[in-house]
C-alpha cells in the first residue's frame, strides 16, 4: 500500500514517513498543495494524510480536486484547525477522516489501516438495498426508479447505512464512519440526519426502511 503525505511541516512529515514505513507502507511526502494535488493522481496512492494549511494551494481545494478525479480514495485530513466549522467543511469536500493536532500515531496508524481495509468495499460503483439504489461515481440515488436529492452529508449517511443493512450501528459508530467524531459533540446530529433521510427517501405512501432500535441505534432493513 502506498500513502502519500501532503504536509508542509518537514518534522511531522518526517515523523509520519518513518512511522508509517515502520507499518510497512510505501511512503511518499509533498510539501505544498499544488504538488500534492498532481500527487494525489497517482494510480498507485492508496490513500492521502492531507494537511489544510498549505501552501501554493489550500487544503480544501486540494480535497474538492481528488473526489472529482478520485472519489474513492481514502483521504485523512491532518490539521491544527480544530473548529467544529472548519471538520464539517472538510467532511462536506469529502474527507475520510479528521484528524486534530496533537494526534496520537497508533491512533493515526489505526485509522489508516481502518480505511484502507474498508476502500475495496467502498469503491463499489453501486449499492442496492431495500428497494434504493445509490451510485458512487454519479452521487445520484433513487428509490423504485424515482430520483431522490440528498446532501453531501445525506449521501454519506445513506451509504454507510446501506453498506451494513439489516445491521444495528449505534450512534456514536456512526458518528465515526459519517461525521469523524471520535467524542459524541453533545448534540442530536445522527437523528437529526436520520430524519431528513426518512422524509426524502418515503415513496409513494411507503415509509423509509429505516429503523430505531430502542437504546442501540438505526438499522436500514433489507427484507429482500
Known sequence: MHILIVEDEAAIAGFLERGLAAEGYAVSCVADGVEGARAAQASDIDLVVLDLMLPRRDGL???????????????????????????????????TDYVTKPFSFDELAARVRAHLRDRDEASLPRIEAADIRLDMISRKVERDGMPVRLSATEFR??????????????????????WGYEHDPGTNIVGVYVGYLRRKLAVSDRPAPIETVRSAGYRLVDRA
Open 61 to 95: 481545494e486540494v480535497l474538492a480536486g481528488i473526489r472529482e478525479t478520485r472519489p474513492h480514495l481514502p483521504v485523512i485530513v491532518l490539521t491544527a484547525r480544530a473548529e467544529t466549522g472548519e471538520k464539517v467543511a472538510a467532511l462536506d469536500r469529502g474527507a
Open 157 to 178: 449517511l445513506l451509504a454507510y447505512l446501506m453498506r451494513h443493512s439489516n445491521q444495528v450501528l449505534s450512534r456514536e459508530r456512526i458518528l465515526r464512519a459519517v
